[in-house]
């Protein structure tokens, strides 16, 4: 069986972890890298080719792509981008604006349909990997309703949203965000109590900043506590450390979560279905469940079928490197 | 829409939670129950009809069924039951002898496509539940292997297997049997060791017994020490209770467990991913699930496929109650 021929677009942390992810799973071969700096790329890339970005016919030319994995941001890659790819190749993608995915998915499949691709968007482990936890907890449990949480562990998850936020503010040379779940918030789902949360009620939000010489630790801290959407609704704690300190405490990208749904069956039995992960590494995290996607959305497009999908329009089995008969085997 | 007509075979605990869960679940109306003793079921089910098993003739031009949900057991009833029904209707069974899975897979495939009718197989939370998440937990984290464990809490879950094997033993008036999982065992899968376990490793067995006036307590004991398969390869401990604590403490049918899988993303970054769930009653978190695959599978049918299916082989949104833009805004 020929491998499947990715192609990444976007050399940043999801990137540099799908191209590690793709040496684990032998079915599939990196084609190449796509970058709006190709330059840069070809310094630490020197088995691939790098191309830019903006050239489709040389790269579908010389990469001869089955799918492309766009590593982009959703905030101001992937609303271009995607629907741009959809019409060259076939696509995966991890857009994580959880209230603009309906809006992204119709252009993704207006796009993918138009040209005869298939696109698989908005996964990872949120949107991804927890999305299919929501909906297959609703589906077995009648009546319940499914609550996210990050940042179990003692460190928090690390929120890259959330710190990069926090190095627009003038004055702010760097910083990072560390996002904590309120454990009594899990208690009352793990009661049953199937409670009406606001955003504050669930989290609380750690900053670490680095100042630059001279800024306004005063108005900073302000700015930050009043940032609405980000920092606003929660109960945010800012530390003012130096470089050195957050360089050497705070590195990686290490995240974690939590989905929980409680309902009750028959007459008053309980019933509690979690799913928890904890990563390392975020974005390698994402990466290895992008590549996953890869295999599907190849599997998808050589059955004939195109446009936009999401991991809930996808069997279990077309994302797993193993027959029908090794799953029937060895995951029943 | 109309509602989906479902067929209860077999009428015990599970068939008795298929019943409850119909209730909650509004695109679905019970047409009736088939049953190898209609008059025993007549006694308690008044509200629809009860016909006997072996009458294929009546039932179907009686209920009309889109879908049957077998609830037979998985020893004597199903092997046959199975591909019998697939001959009349679109089925949903738990068959949950493991090893056994690849073979009843088959016969119920060849009987379904044969009558052009639409089975899935084996599932509930394990088989079930169980399986989607070692098949996602291999897919997403490469080289992890998933591990199951039964009986976290402290009571332990009740096991309808070996309850009823310690039944059989001459003298054992009533008896029941909980698992304990083996807390060391699964911190040694969060260490990130992927050990490799026998399954006395992993599991106790904790028996409570009432005898027949006159038994043996030496015998019995050895009997139940000693048998192969369900207890020879565990840590067993047997209390013998009179019928009343029995009845009093150790009533229900709880049940709860785990899948867990570990593995490394990148350059030595932890992945970890856990998927638990507790139910007061066993039987009725089947029943749920069970019912979540009727509508499953008459989707399925309707779209034209038939032969047998997984869960492994079926998109989460099959599952789901929620119309595809209900799934995009809510669960993704």
Redesign the interface.
Known sequence: MEKIRVMIVGYGNVG??VV??IK??PDMVLAGIVSRSPERVKKTVTDVPVLPVNEPDVWMKELRPDVAILCGGSKDDLPKQGPEFARYVNTVDSFDN?SR??EY?HAMDEAAQKAGHTAVI?TGWD?G?F??????A??????AH?YGFYGLGPKGGLSMGHSDALRTIPGVKDARQFTHAIPEAIDKIRNGENPVFEPGDMHTRECFVVLEEGADKEAITKTILEMPGYFAPYKTTVNFISQEELDAKYK?FPHDGIVLAAGV?????????????????NP??T???LV?HARAVVRLAREGKSGAF????????Y????TK?E??????
């Open positions: 540099r972890g590690e992810s684990r799973n959880h995915i309906p998915f908005s949107p990997i999305s299919l936890q929501r909906a297959i609703g589906a077995f449990i009648p009546g499914a990686g069956t028959g007459n008053g039995n309980t019933a509690l279905s979690e799913y928890r992960c904890q990563w390392g590494s390698e995290a990466a290895n469940v996953a999401t991991i809930l329009d996808i069997p279990a089995s994302f797993s490197l193993m008969e799953l029937l085997a060895h995951c029943m």
